[in-house]
């Protein structure tokens, strides 16, 4: 499969010193919620992405720790690169559900993954699975989410 757009884009901005940032604040434009967690997509690779949480104030719950909603949030945003830098050029993908659990505090840093096994794309539904670490790569969210890819017409 031929490097498409995304994977152009981010594979040239990674070159530079800040690329990432710049590669993140252009994706976030792409569905303005995900800026609220002020997202760096750190890798992009055909099935696969990374993205990190910075822990501050916005994103923090009552408790102190990240928000698992920021968490999703972040979850969301990677399926969503890999997705797009992935996906056969005559396939389309769209969300159906996530299913996450919720397994440790997260008390630092978040790096939310989502990783298409083998990067395998066929119509019907899809499974992605979906987990975010912290600083000691200790799990604390995991789960997946559904797609629902069909041919492009």
């Given at each position: 499969?031929?490097?498409?757009?995304?994977?152009?884009?981010?594979?040239?901005?990674e070159k530079y010193?800040?690329?990432?940032?710049?590669?993140?604040?252009?994706?976030?434009r792409?569905?303005?919620?995900?800026?609220?967690i002020?997202?760096?997509?750190?890798?992009?690779?055909p099935?696969?992405?990374?993205?990190l949480i910075?822990?501050?104030?916005a994103?923090?719950?009552?408790i102190?720790?990240?928000?698992?909603?920021?968490?999703?949030?972040?979850?969301?945003?990677?399926?969503?690169?890999?997705?797009e830098?992935?996906?056969?050029?005559?396939?389309?993908?769209?969300?159906k559900?996530?299913?996450?659990?919720y397994?440790?505090?997260?008390?630092?840093?978040?790096r939310c993954?989502?990783?298409?096994k083998?990067n395998?794309?066929?119509?019907?539904?899809?499974?992605?699975d979906?987990?975010a670490?912290d600083?000691?790569?200790?799990v604390?969210v995991?789960?997946?989410?559904?797609?629902?890819?069909?041919?492009?017409?």
């Amino acid at each position: 499969m031929s490097e498409n757009y995304v994977l152009k884009l981010f594979n040239k901005l990674e070159k530079y010193p800040f690329g990432h940032k710049l590669f993140s604040m252009f994706a976030a434009r792409k569905a303005p919620y995900f800026q609220t967690i002020s997202p760096v997509i750190t890798k992009v690779v055909p099935g696969e992405c990374h993205c990190l949480i910075k822990k501050k104030r916005a994103v923090e719950n009552h408790i102190g720790t990240v928000h698992v909603i920021a968490i999703c949030n972040g979850l969301e945003m990677a399926m969503g690169f890999m997705a797009e830098a992935s996906v056969p050029k005559h396939l389309r993908w769209i969300p159906k559900g996530m299913q996450v659990d919720y397994t440790a505090k997260a008390d630092s840093n978040i790096r939310c993954e989502a990783v298409l096994k083998d990067n395998k794309w066929e119509e019907g539904d899809v499974i992605v699975d979906i987990n975010a670490y912290d600083e000691n790569d200790v799990v604390v969210v995991k789960g997946h989410i559904k797609l629902w890819v069909s041919a492009k017409k």
